[in-house]
């Protein structure tokens, strides 16, 4: 009996494992994040400001949440 539920745990995380290869091996995932990053960075250049202010609101934002006294 212990045996079956080792065996079938370490099929379980071959498994596992074997997904989570696939997902870091997938060429569309790394070109997704490199298209991302190009674009914030081209919405960063071209609205600084507006950048700037974004950043500083959404760190308001999180940092009431984060310090709340409840």
Do not use: C, W
Request: hydrophobic share 40%.
């Amino acid at each position: 009996m212990n045996e079956e539920i080792i065996d079938n745990i370490n099929k379980r995380l071959d498994e596992a494992i074997e997904r989570g290869r696939q997902m870091v091996d997938e060429d569309e995932l790394a070109e997704r994040i490199e298209e991302l990053t190009q674009q914030a960075k081209f919405m960063i250049r071209r609205h600084p400001l507006k950048s700037v202010a974004a950043g500083l609101f959404a760190g308001y934002i999180i940092g009431k949440i984060f310090s709340s006294d409840e």
